[in-house]
Structure formats: structure tokens, C-alpha cells
């Protein structure tokens, strides 16, 4: 499933080689998040039109899902989550809050309120969840030990940018190789540069965090050893960058010192995050690595690897060494 900025959702049931529309009967342009149930592919999720969507049928069909005082608010969805052992336990992420339902979507309790961003769960349990909450000029980390019903704050070593600077959008990838290991990607401006703020890692589930890169310090302006990933140049020279439009990450799951980042570029990590290098820059279509500009999303599936951006799907079965496109009979574009 894809959703894409101003064409709906749409499926294939051939591994990308074939699309086709499966909101066609919805008055629905945007959709941004999308979950499929792990216990039967034909049920789906998804956001649109400030709320969330369910199908049953492989999208055939569609209901708007929630009760009424969650369906009153008009939310901004950034992130669907199923629990991975409880299909009936759903998790969502939006301006309005983190939201739980214990009824596949029924009816909806908030969690805490706030402009949430992502929601990931621990690789090996289903009672360990991580949220970043965006408030002011900063991003928070928050975690749950009892399955999302509570949550609290962790913020040693976490980005505090000074008077001045702001840090309003991370993301962050977990991996089944480093199971309490979490990566963070912090975009924002600070020491007089713009971009990336940092790259921070976790490895005792976001309790502490480190600075890894790039540079000696948050942000700043770019240099041969300060790159800036959020740029459009593939050698990281460049200040600033889309990145509170475009931004994207993932870790190996075999391996969780491999790490892929989305910007403009799609930029990897072989090291742990230390270094980072551009297989291709957004204009260079003739080489092996290439992914189009804008990517919204990297996500491992397997050994499968698939990236979302403004050029379409795209996709890789060795890590993200050779790209192909897998967007045929897509119409529209920003995915």
C-alpha cells in the first residue's frame, strides 16, 4: 500500500510492479500514514481528511473509525500503529495527541495530548513504546513501559537547542539487531547553520542519548567535517534543506550500525551513524543508487528495502546498493 499527497491510497499485490487506486470512491487527496494488519493484509488504515480510515476488504470499502469526541477533532495524523502481538490494541499519532484503542479502532482514549510526530515499539516487546512529541521551537522523547496507557520523558543527552535556535522535527528507527538501540535524526537550526541539528543514539531505550553526527556539535555551518544531509548537494556542503517537509529514516534490521537517512537525498551510514555518504544526488537518475528528491519515508520490510518521495516508490532488495522504480500505473506524485 502507498499513500500519496494529492492522489489517495493505492495497492499492489505484485510487489510494485502494478498499482491501482483503492480510494477512488473517497473524496480523499492526502493520506500520510498508513498501518495494514499483521494478521490479515486485507485490513488497513488510513489517514485523510483529518481523520483515519478503515477497510476490511483491501480497500474496497472504507469507514471513518472513532468515537465521536475523536472524530470531533479535525487531526493532523502523522503515525498508525498496531501493537505487534494485539490487533485489536491501535495506536495513533497526530497534532491532537497520542491516541489508543483496545477495539481496532471503535472508540479512542487519549493518551496525552500534544503535536505527536512517530511512534515506534521496542522490537522484542509490545509493552515498550517510543513517541516524539514536537512543543514550541523543540521535539520531546517519551517512552511507555505498560503497553502506551502511561508515559514519560527522557531527556539526557536529547536536543535542547539555546535562545534563538529551534529543533522541530526527529525521527527515529529502531532494529531487531540492537533490540534497546534507538536512533534519532534532529533537523534544526543552531550555531549558524541550518539542516541537520544531529544525529543522536540511544542504547538503553532512550534513557541517554548521545550526539554521533555530524561535526563537533548540533547544527552549525557546513563543512568537510560538519556535512549537512538535509542539503541538496551530495557532499553535504550546503546549508539548509526541506527538512521540516522531507525527512526520513531507517535502520538494518540484521544490522543496526547500518543506517539510511531521507532528505533531499538519501544519504547511508556504515559505521553507526559516524560517517555518511550520497550513493546519489536527487539529479544524477543514470546511477545504481539513485532515489528521486524529497523522500518521506525509508522502510525495511525483510531484506526489502522501500523508500517514499515526491518522485514515487522506490525500491531495493541489497540495502539500498542498486534502486529501481516500482511506481507503475501510479497517478500523482509526492508519496
Known amino acids: 500500500y502507498a499513500g500519496t499527497a494529492t492522489a489517495g491510497a493505492w495497492k499492489t499485490t505484485d510487489k510494485g510492479m502494478n498499482w491501482s487506486l483503492i480510494t477512488k470512491n473517497l473524496e480523499l487527496n492526502g493520506v500520510y500514514a498508513i498501518e495494514i494488519d499483521f494478521t490479515d493484509f486485507n485490513t488497513i488504515y488510513i489517514s485523510g481528511n483529518g481523520g483515519i480510515y478503515k477497510s476490511?476488504?483491501?480497500?474496497n470499502n472504507w469507514d471513518v473509525i472513532g468515537d465521536s469526541n475523536f472524530i470531533s477533532l479535525n487531526h493532523s495524523v502523522k503515525d498508525i500503529k498496531l501493537s505487534p502481538t494485539n490487533n485489536q490494541i491501535l495506536f495513533?499519532?497526530?497534532?491532537e495527541g497520542i491516541f489508543k484503542s483496545i477495539d481496532?479502532?471503535?472508540?479512542?482514549?487519549?493518551?496525552?495530548?500534544?503535536?505527536?510526530?512517530?511512534?515506534?515499539?521496542?522490537?522484542?516487546?509490545?509493552?515498550?513504546?517510543?513517541?516524539v512529541r514536537q512543543i514550541g521551537d523543540s521535539t520531546e522523547f517519551y517512552r511507555s513501559d505498560?503497553?502506551?496507557n502511561t508515559m514519560t520523558q527522557y531527556s539526557n543527552g536529547w536536543p535542547s537547542p539555546g535562545s534563538?535556535?529551534?529543533q522541530k522535527r526527529t525521527e527515529i528507527a529502531v532494529s531487531p539487531a540492537s533490540p534497546n538501540k534507538i536512533v534519532a535524526l534532529a533537523t534544526g537550526s543552531a550555531n549558524g547553520g541550518s539542516g541537520l541539528y544531529g544525529i543522536y543514539i540511544s542504547y538503553d531505550k532512550g534513557e541517554n542519548w548521545t550526539f554521533q553526527c555530524c561535526g563537533p556539535q548540533p547544527a552549525g555551518a557546513p563543512s568537510a567535517t560538519n556535512i549537512n544531509m538535509m542539503g541538496w548537494q551530495p557532499d553535504g556542503s550546503d546549508d539548509g534543506g526541506q527538512y521540516y517537509y522531507d525527512l526520513a529514516l531507517a535502520v538494518?534490521?540484521?544490522?543496526?550500525?547500518?543506517?539510511?537517512?531521507?532528505?533531499?537525498?538519501?544519504?547511508?551510514?556504515?559505521?553507526?551513524?559516524i560517517t555518511f555518504t550520497c550513493p546519489a544526488k536527487w539529479s544524477q537518475p543514470h546511477k545504481k543508487g539513485y532515489v528521486h528528491a524529497d523522500i518521506h519515508d525509508i522502510n525495511?520490510?525483510?531484506?526489502?528495502l522501500w523508500f517514499a518521495?515526491?518522485?514515487?516508490?522506490?525500491y531495493s532488495d541489497n540495502a539500498g546498493d542498486s534502486v529501481t522504480k516500482r511506481m507503475f500505473g501510479i497517478a500523482g506524485s509526492d508519496f
Open 252 to 273: 538494518n534490521p540484521n544490522n543496526a550500525d547500518s543506517i539510511h537517512v531521507g532528505g533531499v537525498n538519501h544519504w547511508v551510514s556504515s559505521d553507526n551513524g
Open 309 to 314: 518521495c515526491d518522485g514515487g516508490v522506490f
Open 164 to 166: 534563538g535556535d529551534e
Open 146 to 148: 505498560d503497553g502506551g
Open 104 to 131: 481496532g479502532g471503535n472508540n479512542f482514549n487519549t493518551i496525552m495530548s500534544g503535536n505527536f510526530l512517530e511512534i515506534e515499539f521496542h522490537p522484542n516487546t509490545a509493552d515498550t513504546i517510543y513517541f
Open 92 to 95: 495513533t499519532a497526530t497534532d
Open 300 to 304: 525495511y520490510f525483510g531484506d526489502d
Open 56 to 59: 476490511t476488504d483491501g480497500g
